[in-house]
């Protein structure tokens, strides 16, 4: 199986695939935790940011609406995820691994 | 099973009899025997489901992982159960009617390590692993040592998640059956014994399936009755609650719950980087077939879960206003009966009678039966997959051998879990829980991390570098506010932070990243190679296990 490994391992179009997919992954946490620790970085040093009115007279501080924002977007960044996943990097690799696969007949299959 | 129902039905009757006694001895609430009847017929219910699975329970592969059968929305579903623990549902609810917004606080930070999950670890880890977390490191690092550390990571979480959830489900049968705490506490310890060593994990996917859809459907008409209430205008109720809360506005905005910045970061770092090393949770992506499948999983779990938290909180802020104000819900003290962990449950009564009552006191105290299963389970596996079969035996061990000790694990388990509750009863269950995250953020996650993105990281760095983080996290906890002034009755914190992840996390990954870049064993080198078949199986899920068989 490791020849299988290797051949895939240092094939150029599996590795310009699993970049560009590195990239997508670590964007998007990038997004998250930037997202996410400026809620917290509020939180910690100005809470008194949060605790603005959303308009003169409510009683709705700033705080809840980009709470629930922050769900939000995290659940519209998984769809994304998994949106590119499905249709972009799984039909790609499956068709490169039955690619390597082909023009080395010898591979055993894995066990 | 024949002999479990034998033992559970005498216990079960039991419980109204006694019940009523210890209400009139301790001049609580008279037992109410249309919620108690709800209750039952659920807890019956979901043990007749456990029934059936055990039937289904073969292989050590159906025990731990539920034989690689479930859907992607069927393990959506069992992650979001999982999640939903007591911690979610009563201790943010509680945490929302005692100080507001600092509920969210909480929720969020459960929320935003599922995202982090599925781009970074999900699909690679069910690509690499068998039944637990510890397969998927030790794919090429050396198994014994990171089995050991594994299981001692996977049982600190285990312990610290089991303590809230005995906390949050004695509380509730107190409350609802009148019965002394320590009773129900053990009550609880017992049903879950029994759930965990006859059904395995196809009965605790079961039971969490049907309890997160049960749940969310419950937790869903709460929030609608309260929005009701105030004609679907969120600013109607949210003016209520400021005018009739304690803190006034204060409940509006970041207050109390985390009083300095360390405290703040330090909660965020381990709540967010915590459910990636959650045991129970990490074993959940092993019960799909393939990677997609778990990559599906998170997505609808996320979805669950966020939906829920959005719940929770307005069932918080509902409480603050239906609850609060009701003096039937107080004891003579003033307090909320039962604790502020108690808070959704009365919700329940408020706003939908006996009947209601029965049916969400049923469901949370499924939700946490499930969850300590789930819990269990996995720090069973900790004990009989990494450390007996793996460490001891060196894999020659029966199918047969290796569930019976998994069987024996779950009892112990249970045992101390029911100690351990009746010991932590005044703490708030979902700070409790963010204590376990703080414990899987400083071991669990960094070798689970840096084995499938650093080429570089040893056995040597991983082992002492986990233990460091172990201890860190350990020691901060039991020296902090919470072990060491408030359980065990000291004047002043050792260490002054009640949330330890900013420190037990840099250790971890500081220490593991020197020891590893030191070790320049012939292994090490070894271990650097493997990495590249470990990238590609990971990429790809070829030789896989269990992939495409199903």
């Known amino acids: 199986m490791q020849d299988l490994y290797r051949a895939i391992h240092n094939h150029p179009e599996f590795k310009r695939l699993e970049a560009e997919r590195a990239r997508l992954g670590w964007s998007l946490t990038g997004v998250v935790l930037a997202i996410y620790f400026s809620f917290i970085l509020v939180i910690a040093f100005a809470p008194e940011l949060f605790a603005q009115p959303i308009h003169a007279g409510s009683v709705i501080s700033w705080g809840i609406p980009l709470g629930i924002l922050v769900i939000l977007i995290s659940f519209l960044l998984t769809g994304y995820y998994v949106y590119r996943a499905n249709t972009r990097f799984d039909p790609a690799r499956e068709a490169l691994i039955r690619d390597i696969r082909a023009s080395n007949p010898d591979f055993r299959e894995p066990s | ?550």
């Open chain 2, 1 to 550: 099973m024949i002999r479990a129902s034998h033992l559970l039905l005498p216990l079960l009757l039991l419980v109204p009899a006694g019940s009523g006694l210890a209400a009139e001895l301790e001049g609580a609430r008279p037992v109410n025997y249309t919620a108690i009847a709800m209750f039952a017929l659920f807890v019956f219910a979901t043990l007749g489901i456990t029934w059936w699975a055990a039937r289904r329970t073969r292989t050590t592969k159906d025990f731990y992982a539920a034989g690689g059968s479930i859907t992607g929305l069927q393990n959506g579903l069992a992650i979001s159960g999982d999640f939903m623990s007591a911690a979610s549902f009563l201790g943010i609810s509680g945490l929302v009617f005692a100080s507001g917004f600092d509920g969210l606080i909480y929720s969020i930070g459960f929320l935003v390590g599922w995202p982090i999950i599925l781009f970074l670890l999900a699909e690679r880890l069910r690509n690499l692993g068998k039944y637990t977390f510890a397969d998927a490191v030790s794919y090429r690092l050396q198994a014994l040592p990171i089995r050991s550390l594994a299981a001692c990571g996977t049982l600190a979480v285990v312990l610290l998640y089991l303590i809230a959830q005995m906390v949050g489900a004695g509380q509730l049968i107190q409350v609802l059956f009148g019965l002394p705490y320590p009773v129900a506490v053990i009550l609880v310890g017992l049903l879950m014994i029994l759930y965990v060593t006859f059904g395995g994990m196809i009965a605790t996917t079961w039971v969490q399936l049907i309890k997160a859809v049960l749940l969310l459907s419950g937790a869903t008409f709460m929030a609608f009755m309260v929005l009701l209430h105030y004609g679907f205008s969120p600013e109607a109720l949210f003016a209520d609650a400021v005018r009739v809360h304690d803190s006034g506005r204060d409940i509006m905005a970041p207050g109390g719950l985390v009083s300095d910045p360390i405290s703040a970061i330090s909660l965020g770092l381990a709540l967010m980087f915590g459910t990636a090393g959650l045991p129970h949770i990490l074993m959940r992506f092993f019960t799909v077939g393939d990677a997609r499948e778990a990559r599906r999983s998170v997505f609808f779990a996320t979805g669950f879960i966020g939906y829920f938290y959005i719940l929770t909180f307005i069932i918080g802020f509902g409480a603050i206003v239906l609850v609060g104000t009701n003096p039937e819900f107080r004891d003579a003290a003033g307090d909320l009966l039962g604790g502020n962990n108690m808070a959704a449950v009365h919700l329940g009564e408020a706003v939908g009678g006996d009947i209601f009552l029965g049916f969400i006191s049923a469901v949370a105290f499924a939700t946490i039966l499930a969850v300590v299963s789930g819990l269990t389970l996995s720090g069973a596996s900790a004990l009989s997959h990494d450390l007996y079969a793996s460490v001891f035996r060196h894999g020659r061990v029966s199918e047969r051998d290796e569930v019976r000790v998994s069987r024996i694990a779950t009892i112990i388990l249970g045992i101390l879990a029911i100690g351990l509750g009746i010991v932590f009863q005044e703490q708030n269950v979902a700070y409790m829980v963010g204590l376990a995250f703080a414990i899987a953020a400083s071991v669990n996650f960094p070798i689970l991390f840096l084995s499938m993105y650093w080429r570089r990281l040893s056995t040597r760095g991983a082992a002492v570098g986990g233990f460091i983080g172990l201890a860190t996290a350990v020691l901060c906890m039991l020296l902090g506010p919470t072990i060491w002034v408030d359980i065990l009755g000291n004047d002043e914190a050792i260490f002054p932070y009640k949330h330890p992840a900013l420190f037990s996390m840099s250790a971890a990954f500081i220490s593991i990243a020197l020891f590893s870049l030191l070790d320049r064993s012939r292994r090490a080198q070894d271990e650097q190679q493997a990495f590249d078949w470990q990238y590609v199986r990971s990429q790809t899920g070829i030789g896989a296990e269990g992939a495409s068989k199903h």
